[in-house]
C-alpha cells in the first residue's frame, strides 16, 4: 500500500509539472552547471557538478555550447544525459542566458529531462531585448527564447544575500529551500560554485592549447 500511495503521488506531481522533492534527505543529489569561455574561442566549456545533500561531490561532467548560437538547450540535456545516472533530483543552472546571448529553454529543458530545472542569477538587470535586437536584428526566434523565460523571482538566502530565480518544475518555496541547504557563504549555492571552477580551469586549458596550436601553424608557415 506504501508503494502505491508513494506512486500515486509521483503520478500526480507528474501531471501537474512540478515535482516533490525530498529536501531532508542529505542524499539529494543536485547536478549544478556552469559554463567558461575565453574571448575568440567558438565553443564554451560547460562543467556539471553531482553534489549530495550533504555537500558531498559525487561526480563531474563536461561538454561545450557555441558561443552566440541557439544550441544551449540542447547542450544542457546532453551533458546531463552523458553521466548516465537515475539519481539526480535537480538541475541547477548558473544562468539561462549564457555563451553571448545562447538562451536556455528552461521549461522545454525540465520536459525533456523529466527534472525539476532552477536557473539563477545575481544581479538586478533592466532585460536584455534592446541588446537582442541590436546585436541579432530580425533574430525573432532568439527574441521570442527570451521572452518564454519569463520574470525572475528574488528570494533571500540564509546568508543575507539575495538572488535571483528561475524554475521549472518545482515550487519557488522548493526551490528557495533546496537553494538554502546547498548555500553556505555568499550567493552562490556550492554545486554551481565548484562547477564554475572546474569550467574555467577546462577553458583555461582549452585555450592555452589553441594558442599553443595557433603559434605552430605560424612557425610552420614562416619556415616553409
Known amino acids: 500500500m506504501r508503494k502505491l500511495k508513494a506512486w500515486a503521488a509521483r503520478l500526480t506531481a507528474s ?20 559554463e567558461s569561455f575565453r574571448e575568440g574561442q567558438a565553443r564554451s566549456t560547460l562543467a556539471g557538478v553531482v553534489m549530495r545533500g550533504d555537500l558531498v561531490v559525487d561526480g563531474f561532467a563536461l ?8 544550441d544551449a538547450t540542447r547542450s544542457l540535456a546532453a551533458l546531463y544525459r552523458s553521466l548516465k545516472r537515475g539519481d539526480i533530483n535537480l ?10 546571448y545562447n538562451i536556455v529553454d528552461v521549461d522545454a529543458l525540465a520536459r525533456r529531462l523529466e527534472l525539476p530545472v532552477v536557473c539563477l542569477t ?31 523571482e528574488a528570494l533571500k538566502l540564509p546568508s543575507g544575500h539575495r538572488i ?10 522548493d526551490a528557495a529551500a533546496v537553494l538554502g541547504m546547498f548555500t553556505l557563504q555568499g550567493s552562490v549555492p556550492e554545486p554551481v560554485r565548484v562547477a564554475r571552477l572546474l569550467a574555467r580551469a577546462v577553458s583555461r586549458r582549452s585555450s592555452r592549447r589553441d594558442s599553443r596550436a595557433t ?10
Open 91 to 100: 538541475l541547477m543552472l548558473s544562468g539561462c542566458i549564457i555563451s553571448k
Open 15 to 34: 501531471a501537474q509539472g512540478v515535482a516533490r522533492l525530498h529536501l531532508n534527505k542529505r542524499g539529494m543529489r543536485v547536478l549544478g552547471v556552469a
Open 63 to 70: 561538454g561545450s555550447t557555441s558561443v552566440g548560437g541557439s
Open 164 to 173: 535571483f530565480v528561475r524554475a521549472s518544475g518545482m515550487e519557488l518555496k
Open 215 to 224: 603559434s605552430g601553424r605560424r612557425s610552420a608557415s614562416r619556415a616553409s
Open 122 to 152: 545575481y544581479n538586478e538587470t533592466a532585460g536584455i531585448a534592446e541588446a537582442l535586437a541590436e546585436r541579432f536584428p530580425g533574430d525573432q526566434d532568439r527574441l521570442l527564447a527570451y521572452q518564454r523565460l519569463g520574470s525572475r
